[in-house]
């Protein structure tokens, strides 16, 4: 079965300083991984997704990925995040079979500070 | 252009009583996913419709839920005898395209409030 273990439940920065969420995944086929952004009172929108071929990823709003397919890594990555970025990010691997769902890890809170 | 819109936003109902969560996807979208957000769980699959096919229900979490899409759009997630763990956000998404990586759209959600 796959699973997805974000490791931080809460992450607290300061505004333009750099922050990495960190995401392992477990599974025993090939996976697509996502991250997806819910802020306040909203549905979840899409940062970005690895497919195939490059392992660095980049997203909206400024955002990096790297699938690391030796670690069953996907950590999420900004270097210079603003208050806005304040929200919750979810990484989520593509579930067996053909179907698209969407297997979620815990979510890690972003606290951007001033 | 309209994205994923569900309704109602926010409902409260008693134990025992059933309630219809109902999600309007993206126009032309054929395939759809309900998702239940709750702070035990977390986020988690509970059902999905890809056109005509037989929707895979491998997540429904008892036989109190059931969902249906009709005309291929609109679809309705109903929990009969409410229970006080049922309360949590249930999301709708969907998706165009065939493939399954295609990027799925979400609505803002339906906060079922069991008392």
């Given at each position: 079965?796959?699973?997805?273990?974000?490791?931080?439940?809460?992450?607290?920065?300061?505004?333009?300083?750099?922050?990495?969420?960190?995401?392992?995944?477990?599974?025993?086929?090939?996976?697509?991984?996502?991250w997806y952004v819910q802020y306040p009172n909203q549905g979840l929108q899409l940062l970005?997704?690895?497919?195939?071929?490059?392992?660095?990823?980049?997203?909206?709003?400024?955002?990096?990925?790297?699938?690391?397919?030796?670690?069953?890594?996907?950590?999420?990555?900004?270097?210079?995040?603003?208050?806005?970025d304040t929200a919750e990010y979810f990484?989520a691997?593509?579930?067996?079979?053909?179907?698209?769902?969407?297997?979620f890890?815990?979510g890690t809170t972003l606290?951007?500070?001033? | 252009?309209?994205?994923?819109?569900?309704?109602?936003?926010?409902?409260?109902?008693?134990?025992?009583?059933?309630?219809?969560?109902?999600?309007?996807?993206?126009?032309?979208?054929?395939?759809?996913?309900?998702y239940?957000q709750?702070?035990?769980?977390g986020l988690?699959?509970?059902?999905?419709?890809?056109?005509?096919?037989?929707?895979?229900?491998?997540?429904?979490?008892?036989?109190?839920?059931?969902?249906?899409?009709?005309?291929?759009?609109?679809?309705?997630?109903?929990?009969?005898?409410?229970?006080?763990?049922?309360?949590?956000v249930?999301l709708?998404?969907?998706?165009?395209?065939?493939?399954?990586?295609?990027?799925?759209?979400f609505g803002p959600g339906?906060?079922?409030?069991?008392?």
């Open positions: 079965a796959q699973s997805v273990t974000q490791l931080d439940s809460q992450v607290p920065v300061f505004e333009e300083a750099p922050v990495e969420l960190r995401c392992n995944y477990s599974s025993s086929v090939s996976v697509y991984l996502f970005l997704k690895y497919l195939s071929g490059s392992t660095l990823v980049k997203g909206i709003n400024g955002f990096e990925a790297e699938f690391n397919k030796s670690q069953t890594s996907f950590h999420l990555r900004k270097p210079s995040v603003h208050i806005s990484c691997v593509s579930g067996p079979g053909n179907t698209g769902k969407l297997i890890g815990q606290q951007v500070k001033p | 252009g309209a994205g994923v819109s569900q309704s109602p936003s926010n409902k409260v109902t008693e134990k025992g009583k059933d309630v219809e969560l109902r999600c309007d996807p993206i126009s032309g979208h054929t395939a759809l996913y309900w239940r709750s702070l035990g769980q988690e699959f509970l059902i999905y419709f890809q056109g005509n096919s037989a929707p895979d229900k491998s997540g429904l979490p008892s036989d109190r839920f059931s969902a249906e899409r009709t005309g291929g759009s609109v679809s309705t997630l109903t929990i009969q005898r409410t229970q006080q763990e049922d309360s949590a249930y709708c998404a969907s998706r165009s395209g065939t493939l399954p990586t295609d990027t799925q759209y339906t906060r079922l409030t069991v008392l």
